[in-house]
């Protein structure tokens, strides 16, 4: 086989290119691989002889040292894409992987704020610097969209279209969709349109990037956890939370307020019905929460 890290150069474009994969996502699949990489060094052996036996020894070890059954699925999918692209690409005559079974990773809750929590949030950020009116956009963009954090970073200017109350944004493998956008996210984009962007020096290239840090560049992913994890603290809010879980937050309470699960899909940019329906089990647990606090029966009990 070529050598190896002219190999992994070409399943990255591969996965780019020809899966249409995000850089993001297609950067996971590669650290996926590179795990496997170092487990077969170690044993000496090229990659492309690996057996289901090695391969099976190989996700015990991710066992061993404590990575959790979700992250291990996560990683065994990304081996399975590599040896199909050596398959495809003649490098290897069989697919060790056919027969190597995922674990069950179980269904995880995502965390979830309620709507006085996000108020309080907002309630904490200092709207009499130029950063507060503009982390203020961020949360009700993020929020009221339901947008991933790499596309809230990526979104442009030009793909805002205020009057008919909607926004362009680059999805997963650079997939287009068209988002619904509210009053009142859009009046504090224009605020800081108008009282903060407008005043900053924009570094060459970020011209219709809506977001830019202090520097006049794009604003990174990181920066977004920090503003949000920042504001939590302020508001006391316990809980593990993320850009993501604005998301979460989003697509729940659109459902508690009677949302079709086909439109929260098709706002979240979601492939397969099956992902959205993660809100339903979210909304069911609550339900069980309310009947037991409720019921005549359990009150009765208490």
């Known amino acids: 086989m070529d050598d190896i890290e002219q190999v992994r150069a070409r399943y990255n ?22 795990k496997l ?3 077969m060094a170690q044993s000496h052996k090229p990659v492309e002889e690996a057996t289901l036996d090695d391969l099976e020894t190989f996700v015990a070890t991710l066992h061993d040292v404590g990575i959790a059954p979700r992250s291990t699925a996560r990683i065994i999918s990304g081996v399975k894409s590599f040896y199909k692209f050596l398959a495809a690409e003649g490098y290897t005559d069989s697919d060790p992987t056919r027969l190597l079974p995922a674990p069950k990773p179980g269904r995880h809750l995502p965390e979830v704020l309620s709507v006085d929590e996000i108020d309080r949030m907002i309630a ?8 507060g009116q503009r982390n203020r956009a961020i949360i009700e963009t993020l929020y009221g969209c339901g947008l991933r954090v790499s596309e809230l970073t990526g979104l442009r ?4 279209y205020s009057d008919e109350g909607y926004i362009i944004v680059d999805g997963k493998g650079d997939k287009q969709r068209l988002v619904p956008i509210d009053d009142i996210a859009l009046e504090q984009i224009e605020l800081y349109m108008k009282n903060t962007r407008s005043r900053q020096v924009v570094k060459r290239g970020n011209d219709d990037i809506l977001f830019l840090n202090n520097r006049g560049s794009q604003l990174s992913r990181v920066m977004v956890f920090y503003i949000i994890k920042d504001l939590c603290e302020r508001a ?7 850009p993501h879980t604005l998301r979460h937050s989003f697509a729940t309470h659109l459902l508690e307020g009677g949302a079709n699960l086909r439109a929260i899909q098709q706002m979240l940019g979601h492939e397969s019905i099956t992902t959205t329906e ?7 647990s609550r339900l069980r929460q309310e009947i037991l606090q409720h019921h005549p029966r359990n009150r009765h009990r208490q």
């Open 13 to 34: 474009v591969y996965l780019q290119v020809e899966k249409g994969l995000s850089a993001n996502t297609a950067a996971s699949y590669g650290d996926d691989v590179d």
């Open 37 to 39: 990489l170092g487990y």
């Open 124 to 131: 904490c950020i200092d709207m009499s610097s130029p950063l």
């Open 157 to 160: 200017i030009s793909h805002i």
């Open 236 to 242: 006391g809010i316990n809980k593990t939370v993320s």
């Open 278 to 284: 993660i809100y339903v089990h979210i909304d069911r």
